[in-house]
């Protein structure tokens, strides 16, 4: 019987999600748009779909557990369940009649009213089920938590550069990775993820500018593919790269080697070169947008790394629109102060500086939506792939091994390191080692333990709550930050599903 007065649901309820819709455009179209952006931290990147709810008992009692909800247009609704894996959800009005109505617990099997389409009602219902919309009443909430199955390594191929940018926390000296050792390297990453059971392995190669020494980068990954095809390992290569040189022959050198490519842009013209310039002083924008040319040329889609300071903050929606007017994916980054970073008080932001900023920028990403997913590397550390306890692979599945073939725990303290590569298992030693940066997960940390957001921040980078508080067990600087814009970044989800997904029609 229908008590609530409200009208009975007699269409399929439509309910949308970013599966849904990535797997419509994985069969569209092939792209490297639509793999996550690339970003010079250590975040974990296994490319797999969190997983959703399977054991759907309608005997039992489900209700609505705190819902993130955001009206939008036409009718339909945001809904964010902040400790479930399906990420944003979009409801037309049956569907959202249809979640209203477990406000109260209630048995799937009674979900129906009088009046209603019982069939599109169940299939409905159960939909909401498993996207964790509605939960059991019986059991405690919440997603497994899914151990990284990739072992992602910084591979430092040089400590020289040709730009000198200012909030580079890396001291330049000529010094270069050999082959040999660099086969030592990769030997050692290959000993520890099959230690530690790892299924994939990436290699970050890096520097410095690592593109100075491009044919070693070429060689090295062609003798990493060769070390993970015998242990049967998947591997992922990417280039990271401040893009001022490189012309034809290393961009397809690159191509055909199977790497993927990050160049850092900090914005257009004047902007990304009041931060970006060459060692003579010069900016690199112009070098930097040739590049960018010759890669469409070469059909190369580059992930941009678009660092946030004070200097660059007016021009962040204009670097936005350009980003996505060439269809490139791009990442924000916060600027993190550190020993060999000039003038702090020129680069550090204020909170509502930066607020204003990225809320100016999202305003940009509105008008231009894109088909494939952004609002995972829009706020600077934040994942939204699936919940999380631990902001990234830093003590678990992150390895930095310096040009000597030493290794760290992170590269933002690629001085400290713990071991080097001739250790039997070096991974072994980072998740030993008691100094530098520790692992802490979120729940254990001051100020984090009742955020509704939590399992989506971690609690923010360790080595920059470190260098401000003192501390690792408590949240971090960027907190308000977070807070302030994380509804903004659902709804830009939101909106690109409507946008994208709304005519295929799925239930």
């Not at 219902?125 to 390594?153: C, F, H, N, W, Y």
């Not at 200097?311 to 007017?325: I, M, S």
């Not at 490139?328 to 900023?357: K, M, V």
């Amino acid at each position: 019987m229908n008590d609530s007065g409200a009208a009975p649901i007699r269409s399929m309820p439509v309910i949308l999600c970013a599966m849904d819709l990535e797997s419509h455009m994985a069969n569209a179209v092939e792209t490297d748009c639509f793999a996550p952006p690339e970003t010079d931290c250590a975040c974990p990147d296994d490319g797999t779909p969190p997983l959703l709810t399977a054991n759907i008992d309608p005997t039992v009692a489900y209700a609505l557990p705190a819902l993130h909800t955001d009206a939008l247009p036409g009718g339909w609704v945001l809904a964010f369940n902040p400790h479930g894996a399906a990420g944003v959800v979009v409801l037309d009005q049956a569907a959202w009649m249809l979640l209203d109505r477990f406000r109260q617990p209630r048995r799937l099997v009674d979900a129906a009213d009088e009046g209603d389409d019982v069939g599109m009602v169940q299939r409905g219902m159960l939909r909401l089920a498993r996207l964790g919309l509605i939960q059991r009443v019986d059991r405690p909430s919440g997603v497994q938590r899914k151990a990284s199955e990739t072992l992602t390594v910084w591979l430092h191929i040089t400590n020289a550069c040709n730009l000198r940018c200012d909030y580079c926390y890396i001291n330049k000296t000529p010094d270069s990775m050999d082959e040999a050792r660099g086969r030592q390297a990769i030997d050692a990453v290959i000993r520890s993820a099959m230690a530690h059971q790892f299924r994939r392995v990436k290699l970050k190669y890096a520097g410095g500018e690592a593109t100075l020494n491009l044919p070693l980068i070429v060689a090295f990954h062609q003798y990493a593919r060769d070390c993970a095809t015998r242990h049967n390992l998947a591997l992922d290569g990417v280039v990271l790269s401040n893009g001022v040189a490189l012309g034809d022959r290393q961009i397809r050198q690159i191509r055909d080697s199977g790497l993927r490519l990050m160049i850092s842009l900090d914005g257009i013209g004047a902007l990304h070169d009041a931060q970006r310039r060459f060692v003579n002083g010069r900016g690199s924008f112009a070098h930097v947008a040739q590049t960018l040319d010759r890669l469409a040329q070469h059909g190369v889609i580059p992930s941009l790394s678009i660092t946030l300071s004070r200097r660059n903050l007016a021009g962040l929606p204009e670097t936005v629109a350009y980003a996505l007017d060439r269809g490139l994916p791009f990442s924000l980054n916060f600027y993190r102060a550190n020993d060999y970073a000039a003038a702090d008080a020129d680069l550090a932001y204020g909170e509502e500086e930066i607020t204003a900023a990225m809320k100016a920028a999202f305003a940009v990403i509105e008008q231009r939506l894109p088909p494939y997913r952004l609002f995972g590397a829009l706020l600077d550390l934040v994942r939204f792939d699936a919940p999380h306890d631990h902001p990234c692979g830093v003590g678990s599945a992150y390895m930095v091994i310096d040009q000597r073939g030493r290794v760290a725990k992170c590269h933002m303290e690629i001085k400290r390191t713990v071991t080097d590569v001739d250790a039997p298992d070096p991974l072994r030693l980072i998740r030993e080692d008691a100094t530098g940066i520790q692992r802490i997960p979120v729940d254990a940390k001051e100020g984090c333990r009742t955020c509704m957001w939590r399992s989506w921040c971690a609690g923010g980078c360790p080595a920059l709550t470190y260098r401000v508080t003192g501390r690792f067990d408590v949240r971090s600087p960027n907190c308000r930050i977070y807070q302030a814009l994380f509804p903004a970044v659902l709804r830009l989800e939101g909106l690109r599903l409507l946008r994208y997904a709304g005519g295929l029609r799925l239930a």
